[in-house]
């Protein structure tokens, strides 16, 4: 099978005045912070929405500046999403995983049916970040980052991201989409935050 099967790039997809903005919104939001994923997300930095498809109006209403990545990523056929906006900086890695990270609520969950990458930010002079696609032992695809394109990627591929070397940080925006049955979308969510600055007000506020 021809790797394009397993992905597929569109490039220049909004104008550059928005990722600039976008880039600014997303370091400035409240919740961004260390990340909460799991352990293969090394050195990283972010925070992630949980929402069903009734949701994205909620999604919209707090995050705005998400809507336009919204209206072209998210695909018609999905149901649920997990968005995280996802920096790496200096020493910074992804290990070699398969996304699934709705099976928090709900552990029959499958994997995503695909997952969607913007490239927001992108050094010119990045030295590693590559995305690393694999199907079972066999990689099918090594993508460079390049600002302002947006990858789409079979959601049930193990995929890493290679440590990035240079002193300068790649910053994107990735979404798991899922196609899931009723009875799983009961337990999904319509619109929730996770937030390492959540847990951390939480935390103070029993404290007190």
């Known amino acids: 099978m021809n790797s394009l099967s397993y992905y597929r790039v569109s490039n220049n997809v909004f104008e550059l005045e928005y990722l600039?903005?976008?880039q600014g919104q997303i370091r400035a939001c409240q919740y961004f912070a260390v990340n909460n994923l799991n352990r293969d997300f090394i050195g990283t930095k972010g925070f992630s929405l949980v929402f069903q498809r009734s949701g994205i109006s909620e999604v919209e209403r707090h995050f705005p500046f998400f809507k336009p990545y919204l209206n072209v990523a998210l695909q018609p056929t999905c149901n649920a999403f997990y968005l995280n906006p996802l920096l790496l900086q200096t020493g910074s890695r992804v290990d070699p995983h398969i996304d699934r990270s709705l099976?928090?609520?709900c552990k029959t969950i499958e994997p995503p049916v695909v997952v969607s990458v913007l490239y927001v930010q992108v050094p010119d002079l990045l030295q590693g970040g590559e995305l690393v696609l694999h199907c079972n032992k066999r990689q099918v695809g090594c993508i460079r980052p390049q600002v302002n394109t947006l990858l789409f990627f079979q959601g049930?591929?193990?995929h890493s991201v290679k440590e990035v070397k240079s002193s300068s940080t790649r910053?994107?925006?990735v979404c798991e989409q899922y196609s899931l049955l009723e009875a799983?979308?009961?337990e999904i969510p319509e619109f929730a935050i996770e937030s390492r600055t959540i847990k951390a007000r939480k935390a103070k506020a029993i404290s007190r």
């Open 103 to 105: 099976r928090s609520y």
């Open 171 to 173: 910053l994107s925006l």
């Open 20 to 22: 600039s903005k976008l």
């Open 184 to 186: 799983e979308l009961e």
């Open 156 to 158: 049930d591929l193990t």
